[in-house]
């Protein structure tokens, strides 16, 4: 072993040492390490960066936009509401998700599945109560059992395939795969259904300002219109669009004030006073297609296009304190729409015209993009730590899911390679309004960024100094030794220890060379072999470095470098167990 070899690994252990200590932030550790690999003469100098122009950063940070555009949508959460209405243990949430994303990446890219699931997640673990770090992780490794199943599902089958063209003439098929790979996602995602609870409930670790003062208790005046979903139904039917997360305060029939009971049948015209968070109240009446209260508003006698809503807070000296929002008139004097009101420690049932405003009252306001700075200044308003809100604003429906879908048709049908597809597709949520310009960036999770294209060089040591070779070497050494079964075993452990230093792919070609001499010399058909490297390589679930999916769910689910072999670890030891029998089973050795 080579003194640049003991380094690079002597680097990478130190590294792995202190993610599992978890004392401190994981791109600051990633950082470290980058800067003691070049000092020690690892990396080269002009290496040091490039990391940061390496496609799995652009392929995350541009898919954390998609799956913020989609969750803007509302559209996925639709569909899942209306198919399953009923579903809310935690267990059969689950399963839905694990499921759905599985049969996903069997046959789109499972970055962009995962992407696509990730807002309903978010939805039922707020239905639930519970962390959304209790799906995530399960979605995640459901996405890598799901690629398993067919040749176009993850890299090292497209690789593999190659591989076996290569050395026997023969390429794997689209469902050779299919046998082992979907015993594997079965026994994989049955697995995660009853152990998920082996990551202990974590919350995101940079909670924001935004989420840090989030308002509970909006108060909101919505009206049924002839277009809404829920005239001539029961008030009830409205509130179950809220998850329980919502109520009625009052039902307002012209001048008649009713008791909102659940079997109240609405009309059209009914005014609805309702209360909850802002978004749930957006969720609610978007869903119900209800008319918020307010006039519209117009800019150059032409309907206003950039609309936004922000919350803010009434201070003493502005001149809101005391007036009602009828006296006001901010419809006709400034050009925006008072949407929802919300007072500490009280319950607001009035209609908001009728509400006469006070000091520290937080209001949720409507207008356009560039009036809104200039109508707070005027009235002394104070914007709640610049937050903007999705209550009243405007929103495309299907354009996030069709600029998604193209994403991966692109990709399956090898028009454009998957980080140019998901850029084009966050370039897409912004061109075509799906997500705001100002929320683009809030999007994308920084630190996870960093720390992928900081880690991205130190891995590659491993490659550049000969330590993947070394490990080649030690590795032929004692498979001669073993059974057959031993030595399938041994590759696909190998090959998932090695992924998280490696790219997947690169794993496999390191690795099915050594797979097919091992079966030459042991006078075995090598397409067992072959199997072995490209499951082991396809099966990280051992750190977020990994695979992007891993790393796609590290900053929503607010995991730490730790937790990914809590779950993993037992995993990877289940998915070596089963998939030896399995592979000999359907491709013999002789």
Known sequence: MTTQQILAFSVIAGMMAVFIWDRFRYDVVACCALVIAVAVGVVPFDHAF??????????????????????????VETAIKRLFPNLSSVKAQLAL?????????????NIGALAIMMPVAFQFARRAGVSPSRYLMPMAFSALLGGLMTQ?????????????????????????????????????????????????ERRKQALNIEEAVEISNYASEATVSGQSTVMGRPLSELLKLGDGEVVATAVLRGPIRMSPFPDLVLREDDSIVLEGRSSVLDRVISGARLKLSGKAIREDGKPQQDLVSIEAVISRQSVL???????????????????AVSRRGERLRERLRDLVLQEGDVIVLQGGRKTLPIVLQDLALLPLAQ???????????????????????????????????????ALGMAVFGAIPLNDLYKSVDGPILVMLGALIPVSDSLRTTGGSELI????????????????????????????????????????????VSFATALSYRPEAFLMAVAIGAGSDFLTPVGHQCNTLVMGPGGYRFSDYPRLGLPLSFLIVLVSVPTLMWFWPLQ
């Open 50 to 75: 490039s990391g940061f122009s390496d496609d799995i950063v652009i392929i995350v940070g541009s898919a954390l936009v998609v799956s913020a555009g989609v969750a803007r949508s509302g559209v």
């Open 472 to 515: 080649a070497g030690w590795l032929g050494q004692v498979a001669h030794s073993l059974p057959p079964f031993g030595a399938i075993a041994l590759i696909m452990i190998t090959a998932m220890a090695v992924t998280p230093f490696l790219n997947n792919a690169a794993t496999v070609l390191v690795m099915g060379p050594i797979a």
């Open 152 to 200: 176009i599902g993850t890299s090292p089958n497209i690789v593999v395939s190659r591989l076996r063209a290569e050395m026997t003439g023969t390429p794997f098929t689209m469902f050779d795969f299919t046998p082992v790979g979907g015993v594997l996602a079965l026994v994989g995602i049955t697995f995660l259904m009853f152990f998920y609870w082996l990551v202990p």
């Open 321 to 339: 304190a005391g007036l009602s929002v009828r006296d006001l008139a901010l419809s006709y004097t400034r050009g925006v729409n008072l949407l």
């Open 97 to 109: 998700l694990m499921i759905v994303v599985a049969v996903l990446s069997a046959f789109i890219k």
């Open 387 to 425: 937050q903007e809100v999705m209550l009243g604003t405007q929103r495309k429906a299907l354009i996030p899911i069709i600029i998604l879908a193209l994403a991966m048709i692109l990709t399956a049908l090898g028009y454009a390679p998957v980080a140019v597809a998901f850029f084009a597709a």
